[in-house]
């Protein structure tokens, strides 16, 4: 009986291959109606599997047990407080992930003819309205299946935009606050990325640019709110720079829900922008996807959206594959429909008045937080901030607690970290944005616990050295999981 | 009135608290940073907002009918056992993001170590990723992954991969940087032109690409055109778009894939018009610092306990920034869960069991279109659960004339094939029972007579 232990709720479970008997099935398969096949009559058995490694057997019940505990040794927004910077984790309405499960929704074949797929093709057409109302912009496509594949399929227009006109421009430039999502996607769209540093307030001054700004530039990426929420006022001034050369500006939308409905994106010069629907648009994170990434664009962009795009023709909707110029195809069929579908039903519960109330909420937040914790921790950009702020661990080094040390010990007081090490240009960042789902005691709650965990930091920083402890395991060796990848089970001990 | 309410909780009294403490008087003066010339003057042009019976009233009226279907081609209907919605509808699962504090993570974090040696298994290799976009877009990184390591432009593309996925590698390739050849079909077997294949294939080849099943249902011989690829210094990249044929076909790790990106709808996800689906992508260990993607990993706790955690991410856009070996950040996190519960409840037998009645539905209802007068199925390579249908009328007008009767009868190739203009691909699963076939059958073949 020694490996019995008392682990109370936080229980043990193992590895779903380490499950279950030989003979155990959690399936059942619609009754056999037709003869059955022997593969090797109708396929050579050299091209038949002939063995299985490791494969699991198991009852369903042993499935739900297994999934539910591991469901328990997670967090998400319906646990808690999720203030995790530039994600905007919002609570994501339950009717949505409802309607979103409709057979006549989820049961949808891509390639069932248009006459039958008249009300899924009207509201992603609607859907695309919607966001180029928000953002100000002229086209929409809602095929990038996230941020940062929005953000390549935005690059690629630019791209074949100057191509089509005989310019081979290199270089993007992108600011040292940027998401590295934003320097990768230049990359792979074979552009030389050129870092902006930020000015002492935290945002890109017109100089910076101007200084840079040659023909050589097909784009500058900016991220407006940037990382560190703050507003960049100069965009406008920034986009003229910028055009005059015959450059084009592409903007990060990730941090779109500071602004809905305060300003259009558009209205400051920008070309192209993405929008991430889990972000802004409610729809879940999904422990890390799916989500979606529509990018919206200027009228001369437009050609180049990829392929099909949603027409209304009279009052039918139909999808054109017929567009020569276009940059082609992110990925098979149109996109993320279970996920766009979840972001118009938001935009429709939301409408124009509840959008521009997320925006001020999530900024009335973020301020509120940042006001009290000010004080209790270094605030290097002192300055009203947007939908999220950034303070760092300065005052607590001396006492030689560090930002990590600070976001394990709030998980031992039951809520998720902050993003933490990010923005680069911050030492010690920890970017917190609480979103206008939050309430005021949902806040009062956390920064009460900041303040403690300060307090902590001083009087006894081994406790938060020694963080998380109240947890299913505590800090993990990153060291040896790298040194000695194992990524799969093996059945070696 | 103010319906959207529901999703915000501030009170006015707390809001004016609030400003108070911020030390401003107006929701307004939060945004003073913004010049007053550029903020909004009149509210946005939207509906809404919508209570909650009012939104599912509205979205009713937008559903789509659900006929008789005999549609594939990269998305499938098959049985979702209802432990997938049950489980994935655990909002810790799936309101959680990406497990960067493993602590509270381990349950995502345990589930995509269980879904990458599922992946490893299903294809026979060595490594997997936490997943892609979906299985174009998987395929598309393959083809650049395969670029960096063998620092070759040219890659060859069978034209009888998903011509969707074909065109996503298309958009991923820039012309300046790679060439893509296409290697045609074999208009008799339907299987990729081997001989066509070898007169291309040189030292300048970085990859070959073939799917398999190809987009015409057909089973390919893989382990050839890999031991030529080979000799020639480059790599095979296999696609799938349907993975339950692997229940029974040969897993392409085991016939001298290096690379396998594919689609994983089939396992546990529904079809949603196109996505969300599931990438899948699994290499060989040696190239495993070359992958795009997440990457679980297992190690030890404090206490010498084992758990999970996101590994080698110095491979990743966050850390690499702009050396990194892809953009890609959010992937499909919660359909690589569903895929883990459907093989979880699946196992060997399970999966083995369904791909067999794929195989036998699929090959009853070829036989029985082969006895109907005015078509015939072509291409004379073994098929899993899709066969090509030639026909002697437009298919297009069979095609509306079953859809009058609620079948969807099959994609039209003309589509994306203009040679095959008179042909049909039909795709049989586990869900079209007998009689749904043989009532197929009949009304195809008046519409034919």
């Known amino acids: 009986m020694r490996n019995i232990k008392d682990t109370g709720l936080i229980q043990e479970e193992p590895l779903i291959f380490e499950l279950g008997r030989q003979g155990r099935r959690g399936y059942s398969l619609p009754r056999w109606d037709v003869k059955e096949a022997e593969p090797t009559d109708l396929i050579p058995s050299t091209l038949l599997r002939e063995e299985w490694e490791g494969f699991p057997e198991l009852s369903e019940v042993d499935v739900v047990r297994h999934f539910t505990r591991l469901s328990q040794w997670n967090y998400g927004v319906d646990s808690g407080f999720y203030p995790l910077g530039s994600c905007t984790m919002k609570y994501s309405p339950k009717v949505n992930e409802e309607v979103a499960r409709w057979s006549g929704f989820a049961g949808v074949h891509p390639y069932q003819p248009e006459d039958l797929s008249q009300g899924i093709l009207r509201l992603m057409y609607e859907l695309e309205g919607f966001l180029a109302e928000i953002t100000g912009m002229d086209h929409v496509s809602l095929q990038p299946a996230a941020g940062a594949h929005g953000e390549l399929a935005g690059m690629m227009m630019i791209r074949a935009y100057l191509q089509a006109r005989g310019e081979r421009r290199k270089k993007v430039l992108v600011p040292d606050t940027a998401h590295g999502t934003n320097c990768s996607t230049s990359s792979i769209a074979s552009y030389q990325m050129v870092e902006i540093k930020s000015n002492e307030k935290g945002v890109v001054g017109p100089e910076a640019v101007a200084s840079e700004m040659d023909e050589e530039v097909a784009a500058i990426m900016v991220t407006n709110p940037n990382t560190l929420g703050l507003f960049e006022e100069h965009l406008k001034e920034i986009a003229e720079i910028v055009h005059r050369k ?31 629907l889990h972000k802004t648009f409610s729809t879940p994170h999904g422990g890390g996807g799916p989500g979606a990434g529509p990018v919206a664009v200027k009228k001369g962009l437009a050609p180049y959206l990829p392929i099909p795009v949603v027409e209304k023709v009279g009052e039918t909707y139909r999808l054109n594959e017929d567009r020569p110029q276009s940059i082609g195809k992110m990925k098979a069929f149109y996109g993320n429909f279970g996920v766009l579908l979840k972001a118009y039903a938001y935009i429709l519960s939301m409408g124009s008045e509840g959008l521009r109330r997320v925006s001020e909420m999530a900024v009335l937040n973020a301020n509120y937080l940042m006001k009290r914790l000010k004080g209790h921790y270094f605030l290097p950009y002192d300055r009203p901030c947007m939908h999220e702020c950034v303070f760092t661990d300065r005052f607590q080094e001396r006492f030689d607690v560090s930002t990590l040390d600070i976001a394990k ?23 917190m944005e609480p979103t206008e789902t939050e309430s005021k005691q949902g806040l009062d709650r956390f920064i009460e616990t900041m303040i403690e965990i300060a307090r902590e930091a001083e009087e006894n920083p081994e406790l938060l050295r020694q963080a998380p402890q109240k947890v299913k395991v505590r800090r993990l060796d990153e060291v040896l999981a790298a040194r000695k990848p194992k990524l799969k089970w ?3 001990k | 009135m103010k319906d959207f309410l529901r999703y915000l909780p501030h009170t006015e009294e707390e809001g004016l608290q609030m400003l108070e403490t911020i030390g401003v008087k107006r929701i307004e003066d939060l945004f003073e940073i913004v010049p007053k010339e550029q903020r909004l003057s009149k509210p946005l042009d939207l509906p809404g907002p919508l209570s909650e019976p009012d939104l599912i009233r509205h979205l009713q009226g937008l559903r789509s009918p659900i006929l008789s279907s005999f549609l594939g081609a990269g998305a499938y209907h098959h049985f979702i056992p209802a432990v997938i919605s049950a489980m994935t509808s655990r909002s810790e699962f799936y309101t959680a993001y990406t497990p960067y504090q493993p602590e509270i993570s381990q349950g995502t974090l345990q589930a ?15 490594v997997s990723n936490a997943s892609m976009y979906d299985g174009a877009s998987a395929l598309a990184e393959a083809v650049l992954m395969a670029r960096r390591i063998t620092k070759r432009r040219k890659v060859l593309l069978s034209g009888a991969v998903h011509p969707e996925y074909r065109r996503v590698v298309q958009t991923y390739v820039d012309p300046d940087q790679g060439e893509i050849a296409l290697v045609p079909y074999n208009e008799d077997e339907g299987r990729t032109d081997e001989k066509a294949l070898l007169d291309l294939l040189d030292g300048e080849v970085s990859a070959v690409v073939v799917q398999s099943p190809n987009f015409f249902g057909v089973v390919e011989d893989l382990h050839p055109i890999a031991q030529k690829v080979h000799e020639k210094g480059g790599l095979m990249i296999v696609g799938f778009s349907e993975a339950i044929a692997y229940g029974i076909l040969k897993p392409p790790g085991a016939v001298g894939a290096d690379i396998v990106a594919g689609e994983g709808q089939s396992l546990g996800i529904p079809l949603s018009f196109g996505g969300p689906y599931l990438g899948i992508f699994t290499t060989l260990e040696k190239f495993v610092r070359m992958m795009p993607g997440r990457l679980v990993g297992e190690t030890l706790d404090l206490n010498g306990k084992r758990g999970f955690v996101l590994t080698l991410a110095a491979r990743e856009q966050h850390i690499r920034r702009e050396r ?4 890609i950040c959010t992937n499909e996190g919660l359909c690589a869960l569903m895929a883990t519960i459907f093989l979880s409840c699946l196992g060997r037998e399970g999966l083995r069991e369904v791909a067999v009645m794929n195989l036998s539905k699929a090959a009853y209802a070829k036989k029985v279109a082969s006895e109907i007068s005015g078509c015939r199925p072509v291409f004379s390579s073994p098929t899993f659960n899709e066969f090509v249908l030639r026909m002697d009328r437009d298919p297009r007008e069979v095609l509306d004339r079953l859809k009058e009767k609620g079948i969807l009868a099959g994609l039209f190739l003309g589509r994306f094939y203009p040679e095959l203009d008179h042909h049909l691909l039909v795709t049989v699963t586990e869900m079209n029972t007998k009689e749904e076939i043989d009532r197929w059958a009949e009304t195809l073949e008046r519409a034919l007579r």
Do not use: W
């Open chain 1, 409 to 431: 010990r709030l998980i031992d007081y039951g809520f998720h970290p902050p993003t933490i090490y990010f923005p680069l240009v911050v030492k010690g960042a920890m970017m």
């Open chain 2, 112 to 126: 995509i170590f269980e879904y990458q040696t599922l992946m490893c298994q299903l294809t026979g290799m060595e």
């Open chain 1, 246 to 276: 015959g450059g084009f500006v592409y903007c990060d939308g990730a941090n779109l829900n500071a602004l809905m409905g305060i300003v259009k994106l558009g209205d400051l010069g920008v070309d192209v922008v993405h929008l991430n």
């Open chain 1, 490 to 492: 093996t059945g070696e």
């Open chain 2, 324 to 327: 990194a070996t892809s953009n």
